[in-house]
Nanobody, 114 residues
């Protein structure tokens, strides 16, 4: 099983960034996919989730209206489009697959700074 995040980087406040997570080794469409993040000195926190077939999404209040999670089951990939980024969004972003068992990616750094 592999989850490989990409797309992180440095962006100015108010800017946008798109993350991708490529999955392999399991039946991607059967899993709920989630994004989490962990800022320095803080606990890992939930960001967004999307169900496998219905596409139902859920967001943390802190990102609602700014972030959009989506998935392409044909490409085994989940995305996180982040707009209106704030310094408080600075964190390592992790991809997570869950269906009883939890799988995690290695994370990708997002830094929002001027």
């Amino acid at each position: 099983v592999q989850l490989v995040e990409s797309g992180g980087g440095l962006v100015q406040p108010g800017g946008s960034l798109g993350l991708s997570c490529a999955a392999s080794g399991f039946t991607f469409s059967s899993y709920v996919m989630r994004w989490y993040r962990q800022a320095p000195g803080k606990e890992r926190e939930f960001v967004a989730s999307i169900f496998g077939t219905s596409g139902t999404t859920n967001y943390a209040d802190s990102v609602k209206g700014r972030f959009t999670i989506s998935r392409d089951n044909a490409k085994n990939t989940v995305y996180l489009q982040m707009n209106s980024l704030e310094p408080a969004d600075t964190a390592v972003y992790y991809c997570n697959a869950v269906r009883g068992t939890n799988y995690w990616g290695q994370g990708t750094q997002v830094t929002v700074s001027s």
